[in-house]
């Protein structure tokens, strides 16, 4: 049996929220239940909530309602998902929509305070390209991929959190604080206490990995009973980085398998959202990979602002604790082939406060697979 749950993606989460939330929280009721191995088909609004058309002016911009911005579809229980298990989600299709759109915002994005004017490309997507009159002799070929994908928080990361981010903003640091205003589902204390779906952390969300496409697997820690999967923000394609804040914003249709693995006793388990690639099914990389991510929160809980280095950090620790524990590798070994083989790379330096690397290794460099 494949569970489906279609939206209109023409009408924004605030008309209709059917199978729809756009803030983090432990209790929050499925709009589905799949068994470990089902298919799903989800539709899913582009990241800006469809607020920008074929029409929208650069100045229109200036309106959008950001409180709204990255719509998920779900959440999906799957059945039996307990925590301490890992819940893997394979991307088998995405399908998008023929249009989409990149943003230039005032004041976000890596480069955010040089640029005092709105800008706004929209892209007509056909055969396989996507080709925008604001940027005339560009095509861009398509790698789709999924933005945000996430399993809901428990109570303690929602406190952990919460308070972290709010002693980054007191030190001057940014971070946007839970918020009723926009909130959907409009019920408390979801409302006023849910996380804001902006940065990435260690339940997933807004990972921004343009390798998060068909073919991969992105394996999350389970935090809650039925792990209760979500999905948004789709992309067309988007560089390494995504420098602006936004990539090519599209809506999409979605097909993924659940399923969930119960890790051995002295298995590694992660900290943070990892990703599998097989070369015989993604079309975006060509060699078998594993991948680790990492965020900029320190082994003292703090969360610091953009700060690549410390993401960089914990995607290199998460990766030589993988070697340690499924491969067999001393610390020093784990390093050495790190160095060696390993890639160090930014996948998104926009979603303050938590920028994310990943870090990711061949792995038909071992002989024996």
Do not use: K
Request: hydrophobic share 45%; with cysteine; glycine share 8%.
């Amino acid at each position: 049996m494949t569970q489906r749950l279609h939206l209109e993606w023409s009408r924004s989460i605030l008309e209709d929220a059917a199978s729809s939330h756009n803030r983090l929280w432990p209790d929050l009721q499925p709009a589905a239940t799949a068994e470990a191995g089902e298919e799903l088909i989800l539709d899913v609004r582009d990241g800006m909530d469809g607020q920008l058309s074929a029409a929208s002016s650069s100045e229109a911009l200036l309106a959008v309602d950001l409180q709204t911005n990255h719509p998920l579809t779900g959440p999906v229980e799957i059945r039996g998902a307990q925590p301490g298990d890992i819940a893997v989600i394979e991307i088998l299709a995405i399908e998008p929509r023929g249009i989409g759109a990149t943003a230039v915002i005032p004041g976000f994005g890596l480069l955010g305070d040089l640029f005092e004017r709105p800008f706004l490309a929209h892209w007509e997507i056909a055969d396989g390209v996507a080709r925008s009159a604001q940027l005339p002799g560009v095509a861009i070929p398509a790698q789709p991929f999924l933005g945000c994908v996430v399993v809901a928080p428990s109570a303690e990361l929602v406190q952990r959190a919460t308070s972290r981010e709010a002693a980054l903003a007191a030190r001057g640091g940014f971070a946007l604080a839970p918020s009723s205003a926009g909130a959907v589902p409009a019920i408390e204390p979801y409302a006023s206490h849910g996380l804001r779906t902006i940065p990435p952390r260690e339940n997933g969300g807004n990972l921004d990995v343009p390798q998060l496409g068909v073919g991969s697997r992105l394996l999350l820690p389970v935090h809650v009973p039925g792990a209760m999967v979500s999905i948004g923000d789709p992309h067309f394609a988007q560089g390494e980085g995504e420098c602006c804040g936004t990539a090519i914003e599209v809506a999409a249709r979605v097909r993924v398998r659940v399923a969930l693995r119960a890790p051995r006793a002295d298995s590694w388990m992660p900290r943070f959202p990892a990703l599998e690639f097989s070369e015989q099914r993604s079309p975006v990389i060509a060699r078998p990979h594993f991948m680790t991510t990492g965020i900029p929160v320190g082994e003292d809980g703090q969360n610091a602002d953009l700060d690549l280095t410390l993401a960089a950090r914990q995607a290199l620790l998460e990766m030589l604790r993988w070697l340690e524990h499924e491969r067999g590798l001393s610390r020093e070994q784990a390093y050495v082939l790190s160095s060696a083989a390993a890639d160090l790379r930014i996948a998104e330096a926009v979603n303050r406060p938590n920028g994310l690397v990943v870090c990711r290794l061949p792995l038909d460099i071992f002989e024996e697979l």
